[in-house]
């Protein structure tokens, strides 16, 4: 079984930071590519960036060269580094864990003034 822990959502006002975090535990064999996803009201799920077994990111044109991604060495474990919020990132957050197809339970990120 495998468990994804995330943190790190809340309200911030635009042009505001947040770090969102993921722990990935259980049967994993190995380091895996890990996703961030997030989904708006109304809207679907869009996969925001990824990162690669050998820590090599990928984003969507949308976040690119405001959010980082990034994972501890050796550990299933990934951040996403947001900043320059703008309203439109309003959305549940997801981690999810590649090969194995698992979902975290989601992160709200709020940003409004």
């Known amino acids: 079984q495998v468990q994804l822990v995330e943190s790190g959502g809340g309200l911030v006002q635009p042009g505001g930071s947040l770090r969102l975090s993921c722990a990935a535990s259980g049967r994993i064999l190995g380091i895996v590519a890990m996703d961030w996803f997030r989904q708006a009201p109304g809207k679907e799920r869009e996969l925001v960036a990824r990162i690669s077994s050998g820590s090599n990111g990928y984003y969507a044109d949308s976040v690119k060269g405001r959010f980082t991604i990034s994972r501890i060495n050796g550990k299933n474990t990934v951040y996403l580094q947001m900043n320059s919020l703008k309203p439109e990132d309003t959305a549940v957050y997801y981690c999810?864990?590649?090969?194995?197809?698992?979902w975290g339970q989601g992160t709200q990120v709020t940003v409004s003034s």
């Open positions: 999810h864990l590649g090969p194995y197809n698992y």
